[in-house]
């Protein structure tokens, strides 16, 4: 399932299968000043920086990406956000 978003002014499209995809390119795990957690195949993403790596795949920079934006996005992919 594929769904637009607006991130500062520029539309992209993304699915459940780009969020996986994202992650196996990242570790998993909790870091200290991070708060947010998108829950991807049983382990823990950063949920901001994980859409940034989204983005960076599609071949494009966002780097005013806040962390409530990145939520939103996860959330209506269907995965599960996590507040540590």
Request: proline share 4%.
């Amino acid at each position: 399932m594929e769904k637009a978003f607006t991130i500062k002014s520029k539309v992209f499209r993304f699915s459940d299968d780009d969020v996986k995809k994202a992650a196996s390119g990242m570790i998993s795990g909790q870091v200290d000043r991070t708060r947010f957690y998108a829950k991807v195949q049983g382990k823990p993403y950063p949920a901001r920086q994980l859409v940034i790596e989204m983005v960076r795949k599609k071949g494009e920079t966002v780097p005013d990406l806040i962390t409530y934006q990145a939520i939103r996005i996860l959330r209506a992919l269907s995965f599960e956000i996590m507040e540590s």
